[in-house]
């Protein structure tokens, strides 16, 4: 029953992307199909069904996690890549705060967090700031 949902979906998926693939070409606009990807969003059709999409011919990949204007996106919106992302930024900072807190004042010091660290932390917030509260705790390399 699900597959055959599935093959609806994906027809109507495959037809739109003809359509956009039309408009693109028309407006002098071009696709790179192998940069391309696809994310079923909290779905098991990819892995329960063959799920296909093509634009003019050219297989579309699937892919479960996406970085979109700096924010990853995973297939369950659970944002668990999006924090372990900030998790590597931030300790980078802290490697280098560590360094240099000893030659600048608490302003300059101050300035280079809200560069470094804050602006990560605050981009976005409304966005994956909703994650559920255990996807905040501490891994193992903080721990």
Aim: proline letters at 1%; glycine letters at 4%.
């Amino acid at each position: 029953m699900a597959c055959a949902n599935s093959a609806n979906l994906q027809n109507g998926v495959n037809s739109e992307l003809q359509k956009v693939d039309e408009w693109m070409r028309y407006n002098k606009l071009s696709l790179i199909y192998s940069k391309t990807s696809y994310m079923l969003l909290n779905s098991n059709l990819s892995q329960s069904c063959n799920f296909n999409v093509k634009i003019n011919d050219n297989k579309i990949k699937h892919t479960t996690c996406t970085k979109y204007l700096g924010v990853y996106i995973d297939q369950h919106l659970s944002w668990t890549d999006h924090i372990h992302n900030l998790e590597i930024k931030l300790s980078q900072s802290v490697a280098m705060f560590y360094r240099i807190r000893y030659y600048l004042s608490n302003n300059a010091l101050r300035s280079v967090y809200c560069s470094l660290a804050y602006s990560h932390l605050q981009y976005a917030i409304g966005v994956w700031g909703g994650a559920e509260k255990n996807y905040f705790e501490p891994t193992e390399c903080f721990t």
